[in-house]
């Protein structure tokens, strides 16, 4: 372990005295189940909180409407979001996203009875549509060895969970593989898209890696451009002509003020086809909009919820904002639904029923 990981425990462990908590408070104390009238089911509303730990070491707060300072999943849960999402790296500079960062937010997401997404980057740090670059520890792995090392790090990370009594109703292989994952072996389009049999067979190591651990968790493979059509169908038919593994279709949306309208609908018409296409659930794994056009992401929220409802025989899970929580131009990101006070905006609105 990294010295800057060490340090990170040291700001969970510094956290959890600020906070008063006692060894049943404890990731590591096996905590209880919620009571059964706080477990959510159905249309999942949430919010990727990978930031959280990492704002509140540099001493960001959050407060509700009223100016009364809360903890921030407690917060979103007020707002009316019942899941939390939450990404992993594997061996992450600083620590942040590590395993023990993913346990430390899980568990705090679990005590308040939310629902829990792990999104596995398999990177040491952003994986995207332009950046899917393997761990520095598995560089030099052959392909073979590079699926055993995926297989461990997926079963070794909700293993933890699992060991924590934390059920994972979804679990992320990859995150935005538009073109695949763990370039180059994995990139999907590599040598006149020769590659795609090693992206399907990452995807299924993936697959069958966290069905290990949780037999009952959905599977989602992930990209961006939801209302990219081709992409999906590309993507998908080459996971499908390979024998790759999934139980969702993942998708992200980022319009702007004057655009969410045709990409909420093209959205739409894209979820329907993949339900159609491959017979699989969709979940919309991140959205967002600049902060301070509040008013039309309220808008571009409200209608994209009620769209995702009104998919025939739910076959559309949910909708996840991607950190909503970031404010006050935290590490450049302006897509938060924060003000620069630290109160939620009207945004997030559209998530309360």
């Known amino acids: 372990m990294k010295h800057s990981n060490n340090y990170l425990l040291l700001i969970v462990m510094v956290l959890f005295m600020l906070a008063g908590c006692s060894d049943h408070n404890r990731p590591d104390a096996e905590p209880e189940q919620p009571p059964t009238d706080e477990m959510e089911t159905g249309f999942a509303k949430g919010a990727d909180v990978g930031w959280l730990t990492e704002m509140e070491a540099a001493g960001?707060?959050?407060?509700?409407s009223n100016g009364q300072e809360m903890d921030c999943i407690e917060l979103l849960k007020d707002l009316g979001m019942n899941?939390?999402?939450?990404?992993?790296?594997?061996?992450?500079?600083?620590?942040?996203?590590?395993?023990?960062d993913v346990l430390f937010k899980a568990w705090r997401a679990h005590k308040l009875g939310m629902r829990l997404m792990i999104d596995f980057h398999y990177s040491d740090t952003w994986a995207d549509p332009g950046n899917q670059t393997?761990?520095?520890?598995?560089?030099n792995l052959s392909f073979e060895e590079l699926k055993t090392a995926m297989a461990h790090h997926t079963t070794e990370v909700l293993t933890k969970l699992k060991n924590s009594n934390i059920d994972v109703e979804w679990v992320q292989i990859g995150n935005e593989t538009a073109d695949g994952l763990l370039w180059e072996d994995g990139r999907a389009s590599g040598n006149n898209n020769a590659n795609m049999p090693n992206y399907a067979a990452l995807i299924t190591t993936g697959y069958e890696a966290a069905k290990s651990v949780y037999p009952d968790t959905k599977v989602i493979v992930h990209l961006d451009r939801g209302d990219n059509n081709s992409l999906y169908r590309w993507n998908f038919?080459?996971?499908?002509?390979?024998?790759?593994?999934?139980?969702?279709?993942?998708?992200?949306?980022?319009?702007?003020?004057?655009?969410?309208?045709?990409?909420?609908?093209?959205?739409l018409s894209n979820i329907q086809d993949m339900?159609?296409?491959?017979?699989?659930?969709?979940?919309?794994?991140?959205?967002?909009?600049?902060?301070?056009?509040?008013?039309?992401?309220?808008?571009?929220?409200?209608?994209?919820?009620?769209?995702?409802?009104s998919v025939a025989d739910e076959k559309c899970l949910g909708v996840f904002y991607w950190e909503p929580e970031a404010y006050g131009n935290w590490k450049g990101y302006t897509k938060g639904a924060f003000d620069d006070s630290g109160r939620p905006t009207i945004a997030l609105d559209a998530f309360f029923d």
């Not at 960001?60 to 509700?64: E, I, L, Q, V």
């Not at 899941?83 to 023990?100: F, H, K, M, Y």
């Not at 080459?238 to 655009?259: A, C, F, Q, R």
Request: with cysteine; charged share 25%.
């Open 134 to 139: 393997k761990p520095a520890a598995w560089a």
């Open 237 to 267: 038919d080459g996971l499908k002509n390979n024998g790759g593994k999934w139980d969702v279709i993942g998708m992200s949306l980022y319009p702007e003020p004057g655009t969410w309208q045709q990409m909420n609908n093209s959205c």
């Open 275 to 309: 339900i159609s296409r491959y017979g699989t659930e969709v979940m919309i794994c991140e959205v967002g909009m600049s902060w301070d056009q509040a008013s039309a992401c309220k808008s571009f929220l409200t209608d994209l919820i009620e769209k995702a409802r």
């Open 83 to 100: 899941s939390i999402r939450l990404r992993v790296w594997v061996d992450p500079e600083e620590g942040w996203n590590n395993a023990e």
């Open 60 to 64: 960001r707060k959050f407060y509700n």
